[in-house]
């Protein structure tokens, strides 16, 4: 690592250091340089070298603790700030010339006052540290779905976790300098002062500004930053989706495999059901399930009408608590070796622990680093998460590195609803699916900081991430049936329904596989349903329910409708979408009303 003069008029890349071709990249990092004043830049290539030295570093200055080697080879624990642990949707910002075009749906400020507040904190603050230039690539490094960015950050920590969930280094540098364009990411963990902390955007210009948190979803500045909701604005321009979706193959008995992309807000199911292994007897006939990414989904029509799918990541920041041998094995196994975890808790022999894990240990100390003691709160934090490569997961599909993508046959919708919604319903057809996805609801999760288990509205599971108004966005997704389309079907699934006595009423995790089954077979048109207003049900044992053992109570909640709730629903449903004025899609408003109608409000 080289000292830089901070002269701007100098070439930005210190002697030695390994710059890049492109002129564009080079005087930005220059102007990046002069501003936050780092005393060494360092452009990351990516190598195992590399990313051992950045280890070392981090080990001998606390950032990262050495796990047990035997149990947990090369797996180290990072443990953040106590006030830095999740996603801060109050500090996030989109930043449109014209604030109706960030919508409702966002916190809003002019680009000229965003880029003024976030370049006043960013001043000198890199002083002492090195500045690390990230290259990266969203998705495999030929495909033409991908997307490049570049993040400048001063976190060794971000560097090592970027490595693992986007394609980093020279592979990524050298399709940035080909195609001259890349979105710009600045990142600082500055004093991790919630006081001082912004995650802005500025879509027009292809830009991200944070500050302040090194946590993965303010800080991993190719994941929501950029994957989400940078994406969802090129996207909308160039006529593709950016969605917050998993991505998976469901493989059958005969060898067919169908893909299906669905949407649930944050710690709502899709790290789980994306890596789901099928009950004992479908596993027996053959069934497989195929995983193709677990949180974001980039889909563009193909030239025979499909919608096609890439996993813009390459690794999973998955939530670690509730993840067990029996609730997400392949998870589990995924995260033997080579995996940072963060704000977990420790057992004696220094192996990583979490509530929910089951593996009849205790742990000793909590994910803040002092004595566990249960009476002081749980020994991981709710949202501490595991880093790891995509290519350790045993189901990982090797059509994820497809560059053409997957075929789309379902998008599902789903949330956390404790009463009214059934297990499953299918939409009528593209513009009810999209009304189905539009009127999500679910209560809050702590992947973001602030209440817990709160009923909010979350459009597609898109709420804190979608780059533009909500009107526009839903404008988008009905603009996509149009002649020549084939598109999936689409279906809303709670896996969450509780019993009056409080519990879940559906098994869930492996069961939900049965669930998939009937969406392929309505897809290939072989089973039948119920219609009700709002949308088809499943017909009385056209879900294989053997082996699973349902109370009448379940059974009445699970798969019938109820009228008076839906109602209500609806009116509130149509409250929410007159909060986009006349932005909103009148067809979207038409069929609320239509439903409504049939509901007999
Ligand atoms: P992000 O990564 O934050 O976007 O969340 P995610 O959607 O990937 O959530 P994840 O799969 O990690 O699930 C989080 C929580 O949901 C965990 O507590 C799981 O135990 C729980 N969960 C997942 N699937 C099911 C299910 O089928 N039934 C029930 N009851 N809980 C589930
Ligand atoms: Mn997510
Ligand atoms: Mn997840």
Same mark, same amino acid.
């Given at each position: ?482 002649? @020549?389309? #084939? %598109? ?9 329904? &509780? $019993?009056?006595? +409080? !519990?879940?009423?559906? *098994?869930?995790? @492996?069961? #939900? %596989? ?9 897809? &290939? $048109?072989?089973? +039948? !349903?119920?219609?009700? *207003? ?68």
């Amino acid at each position: 690592m080289n000292a830089i003069s901070h002269d701007v008029a100098k070439p930005a890349v210190a002697p030695g250091s390994q710059g890049s071709k492109l002129a564009a990249l080079n005087a930005w990092v220059a102007e990046v340089a002069a501003l936050t004043k780092p005393d060494a830049i360092h452009w990351c290539d990516g190598s195992d070298a590399e990313n051992a030295a950045l280890i070392a570093q981090m080990e001998a200055d606390g950032t990262l603790v050495k796990l047990n080697e035997s149990t947990h080879p090369n797996s180290y624990l990072h443990r953040s700030h106590p006030d830095d642990v999740a996603r801060v949707e109050h500090l996030t910002f989109v930043c449109t010339s014209r604030q109706d075009d960030a919508g409702p749906n966002n916190h809003w400020m002019a680009p000229a006052d965003g880029h003024a507040k976030m370049d006043a904190l960013f001043d000198g603050c890199m002083k002492g540290r090195t500045m690390y230039v990230i290259p990266y690539c969203m998705g495999p490094i030929d495909s033409p779905l991908s997307r490049c960015g570049v993040e400048i950050t001063d976190s060794p920590y971000v560097v090592a976790n970027m490595r693992i969930m986007t394609r980093m280094g020279a592979p990524s540098l050298a399709r940035i300098e080909r195609e001259g364009t890349f979105v710009k990411g600045l990142h600082s963990i500055g004093e991790l002062d919630p006081e001082r902390r912004f995650i802005m955007h500025f879509p027009e210009e292809l830009t991200i500004k944070s500050f302040g948190s090194g946590y993965g979803g303010n800080a991993l500045l190719g994941k929501k930053c950029h994957a989400l909701r940078i994406a969802s604005h090129q996207a909308r321009s160039e006529g593709w989706l950016a969605e917050h979706m998993l991505i998976l193959g469901l493989e059958n008995p005969q060898g067919e495999t169908h893909y299906i992309a669905a949407a649930f807000p944050s710690a709502c199911g899709k790290t789980n059901l994306a890596m789901l292994i099928p009950p004992e007897g479908y596993r027996a006939k053959g069934w497989k399930v195929w995983t193709v990414g677990d949180d974001i989904c980039w889909m563009r029509p193909g030239a025979d009408g499909r919608l096609y799918a890439i996993n813009p990541e390459a690794g999973f920041f998955g939530v670690a608590p509730g993840t067990s041998a029996k609730s997400n094995p392949n998870a589990l196994k995924s995260i033997q070796s080579n995996t940072i975890f963060t704000n977990v808790g420790v057992t004696a022999d220094n192996q990583p622990w979490w509530e929910g894990l089951d593996d009849g240990q205790t742990p000793v100390t909590d994910w803040r680093g002092n004595a566990y003691d249960p009476a002081k709160g749980p020994a991981a934090h709710p949202n501490s998460r595991f880093t790891v490569s995509a290519k350790q997961c045993p189901s990982y599909s090797p059509e994820a590195e497809n560059a053409a993508g997957v075929p789309i046959s379902a998008i599902v919708f789903g949330g956390r609803r404790p009463s009214l919604v059934p297990l499953v319903f299918e939409a009528r057809d593209w513009t009810h699916g999209v009304l189905v996805g539009a009127a999500m609801g679910s209560e809050t999760t702590a992947a973001a900081t602030g209440a817990v288990g709160v009923m909010r509205r979350d459009p597609m599971a898109m709420k804190p991430f979608c780059g533009y108004n909500f009107a526009d966005y839903f404008t988008h997704w009905l603009s996509f049936d149009q002649a @020549g389309a #084939n %598109l999936p079907k689409i279906f809303h699934v709670n896996w969450f329904r &509780k $019993g009056d006595d +409080g !519990s879940f009423l559906w *098994p869930g995790f @492996g069961e #939900n %596989l049965r669930v998939l089954e009937w969406m392929i077979q309505r897809v &290939k $048109g072989e089973a +039948g !349903s119920v219609e009700t *207003p709002i949308g088809h049900l499943p017909k009385d044992d056209e879900i294989n329910l053997d082996g699973v053992q349902l109370t009448d109570e379940a059974r009445a909640k699970l798969f019938g409708f109820e009228r008076e709730g839906w109602q209500a629903e609806f009116a509130s449903i149509g409250e929410y979408l007159d909060e986009y004025g006349p932005r909103m899609p009148q067809a979207l408003k038409d069929e609320q009303q239509r439903i409504a109608k049939a509901l007999g409000n």
